[in-house]
């Protein structure tokens, strides 16, 4: 189809937005996300202006766009690797493993839309509550491996709680599903810092802030969740080295 000659009306609306997007993706990685604007998609796809701007109005609703497109994907590959686990019958740390595991692979293969939802902020940009559905997959594939690890025992109970009352908004506690008992009523603040720990992880790795520390970074990767897995009392099954 030649691109230049679609006008953004009917069903080729749906084919110019994609179009606009995949242009807009490969600006990210020579541009960065400060440098999109339609100006800049119309240059190099080749469409006017005003056709780009008939999709997207303003660079904020294409940021938008690429936004959820970036948690939707990278949410979509954490979910088929959990259900390709839980159908071998894999235990709740060798679900953890698969899904985190399968993060850190889109986020190498896609580091300018890893950048954009977990690098430095987009200056003049803030995510409107459009992409929270789309961001609430990580956390929500986390949360469902913790919650089946709790319901069928495979969890151990914390040597130390969190002091003072509960620290959580009720958004957390829904997308959890509910506050659990003693011993394990602060196991959704542990999720959350199980959470934050593998995204600073991953920034660390993608952005080569621990090449120069470890000689291999993918044992390393597994090993660091295998630690933050025990703050939560779950055990992560690691391959025995020979080291």
Avoid: C
Avoid at 80 to 89: I, K
Avoid at 195 to 218: M, P
């Amino acid at each position: 189809m030649d691109v230049s000659a679609m006008s953004p009306t009917g069903d080729d609306d749906i084919t110019l937005a994609v179009v606009i997007k995949d242009v807009a993706r490969g600006q990210l990685v020579k541009l960065g996300a400060a440098g999109l604007s339609p100006d800049t998609v119309a240059r190099d796809s080749g469409l006017p202006v005003a056709d780009v701007e008939a999709v997207f109005p303003h660079r904020d609703d294409l940021l938008t766009a690429l936004v959820i497109d970036a948690y939707d994907a990278s949410g979509e590959a954490m979910e088929q690797a959990d259900g390709a686990a839980r159908e071998a019958g894999a235990s709740g740390g060798a679900r953890l493993l698969a899904v985190t595991r399968a993060l850190r692979r889109w986020s190498f293969e896609n580091p300018a839309e890893f950048t954009l939802i977990y690098g430095s902020p987009v200056p003049g940009y803030h995510a409107p509550q459009d992409t929270v559905p789309s961001a609430s997959r990580t956390p929500a594939v986390l949360a469902g491996i913790v919650r089946s690890a709790l319901e069928s025992g495979e969890l151990t109970p914390p040597r130390r709680s969190v002091p003072g009352p509960p620290l959580l908004l009720p958004e957390a506690v829904q997308l959890f599903g509910g506050a659990p008992e003693a011993p394990f009523s602060d196991i959704i603040e542990r999720g959350i810092v199980l959470w934050s720990n593998l995204i600073g992880l991953l920034v660390f790795q993608v952005f080569s802030r621990t090449h120069d520390s470890v000689r291999d970074e993918a044992a390393f990767f597994d090993y660091a969740i295998a630690v933050a897995a025990e703050s939560i009392g779950l055990v992560v099954p690691l391959p025995e080295t020979t080291d």
